[in-house]
């Protein structure tokens, strides 16, 4: 797939300057950018630019391979305690009336909603309030292992965490090992917003800090488990701040080799305090895909979260460095719905991500979270089911 600028033309490119010349060459050579360089890239790559050498480095680790996975979202309450400006769950933004507080047993009832259907995954995540403690989450995650103990439970994160462990006295360590023996599996990119304090204590409504987001992953990796990064990009940072979190990140991840996946998360500007901030466009965010994608070089995965940037640019962000798509079916995340997503109802069967996959030239790739290929979907057709919401794919019948 030609969608960038031979590497050639990258390299003889004369206009270019000495600096993003040298980043080329590094790239072409499998050697890592400095952060300065990573700067550079942020002020003086166009797209054309960072766009060859992120394909280059994704084409290089993954080929044609584009994954996704099949999984469904609980969200047990839409009001949080916390105040972040660009969160519409905030209860500055949100009436506790207005809001939804699942209890376990409404909680199960949406996962038994999902028996015989073709999910590997729950991803649980949601509002911060009191009475989803400790107790209530271990107690939510052997309930679910015990109905169905090979569904994948990918739930909650620093903030929830640094919350319920402080309220329950118990140390990181401590909490981290109790939620492991209560069943989960791996942990969310979310809470990550921008680690840096200039930006985290405008934005963050008095979570917890990016050390201890960072400390809670590096605690999870060392007891076995695997987890995801995000950034929330695209309001009041600047490129610094974005190279600060990538950094943090390509560090820990060095340490312990944790992080499966890094999923930028365009900032929108619907129903939440910072309305009046501008949303980025898109050649920035595919520019922020391309960088991400340069930068990280420890990271197997860079994620698009279609519901937020709508179907054609995620199409787009796979020839900038993006390998693997989120939201299949039913995938109807409600926290990106509130706040201006480009998917009002951000749900797709997997017949329509295969051919969204497929229309630009990838292979898509049905995986488990830990990324075991189960399924390739090159050549398959797919017949309507009518027990199922989404499709099922048939046998090969003719190779792409
Ligand atoms: O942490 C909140 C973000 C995150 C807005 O790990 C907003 O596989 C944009 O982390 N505009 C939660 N973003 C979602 C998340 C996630 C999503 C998909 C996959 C995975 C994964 C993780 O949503 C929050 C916050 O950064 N968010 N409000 C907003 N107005
Ligand atoms: Fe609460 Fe998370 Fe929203 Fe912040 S981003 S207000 S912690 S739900």
């Known amino acids: 797939m030609q969608t960038t600028r031979p590497i050639e033309v990258i390299l003889n490119d004369k206009k270019q300057d000495a600096q993003l010349r040298s980043i080329a060459e590094k ?12 700067l550079h890239l942020f002020e003086q790559g166009d797209l054309a630019f960072v766009g060859a050498l992120a394909n280059h480095i994704r084409e290089k680790r993954h ?8 999984n469904f979202h609980i969200e047990p309450t839409n009001v949080c305690l916390y105040t972040c400006s660009f969160c519409s769950y905030s209860r500055l933004i949100k009436k506790r009336e207005e809001g939804w507080e699942y ?11 999902y028996d015989g259907q073709p999910v ?3 991803h649980i995540v949601g509002g911060v309030l009191p009475q989803y403690d400790v107790e209530f989450y271990s107690e939510l995650f052997r309930q679910i292992k015990a109905h169905r103990p090979e569904l994948h439970v990918k739930a909650l994160t620093p903030v929830e965490y640094h919350y319920i462990f402080k309220k329950a006295k118990v140390s990181y360590e401590e909490g981290m090992r ?6 989960l599996d791996s942990m969310p990119g979310g809470g990550a917003e921008i680690f840096h304090p200039e930006i985290r204590d405008q934005i963050a409504g008095g979570k917890c800090t990016g050390e201890q987001w960072l400390r809670i992953h590096e605690i999870w990796h060392e007891l076995g488990g695997r987890s995801n990064a995000t950034m929330l990009y695209g309001h009041i940072e600047e490129f610094r701040h974005r190279v600060h979190h990538l950094e943090e990140l390509r560090k820990l991840q060095d340490k312990t080799g944790g992080f ?4 930028p998360l365009k900032f929108r500007n619907k129903d939440n305090q910072m309305s009046h901030v501008p949303e980025s466009n898109v050649i920035e ?19 698009a979260y279609w519901p937020m940037i709508g179907r054609n640019v995620a199409q787009l962000s796979l020839a900038f460095g993006v390998d693997d798509i989120d939201g299949t079916i039913d995938d109807t995340t409600k926290i990106y719905s509130m706040a201006g997503s480009e998917e009002q109802n951000p749900a797709m069967s997997t017949r329509d991500l295969v051919n969204l996959i497929r229309q630009v030239g990838r292979k898509p790739i049905e995986r488990d979270t830990l990324y075991n290929v189960i399924q390739d979907y090159s050549g398959h057709v797919f017949e309507e089911d009518t027990q199922f919401k989404g499709y099922v794919s048939l046998p090969v019948v003719n190779k792409n």
């Open 27 to 38: 790239v072409f050579q499998g050697t890592r950018i400095t952060e300065e360089e990573g």
């Open 63 to 70: 080929g044609n391979a584009t994954y996704f996975n099949r």
């Open 103 to 113: 209890s376990m047993e409404e909680i199960m009832d949406i996962v038994r909603q």
């Open 120 to 122: 590997t995954e729950v």
């Open 178 to 183: 109790l939620m492991k023996e209560a069943g």
């Open 260 to 263: 499966q996946t890094f999923i």
């Open 285 to 303: 965010d595919l520019r922020n895909y391309a960088i991400s994608r340069i930068y990280l070089d420890n990271f197997d995965h860079v994620k």
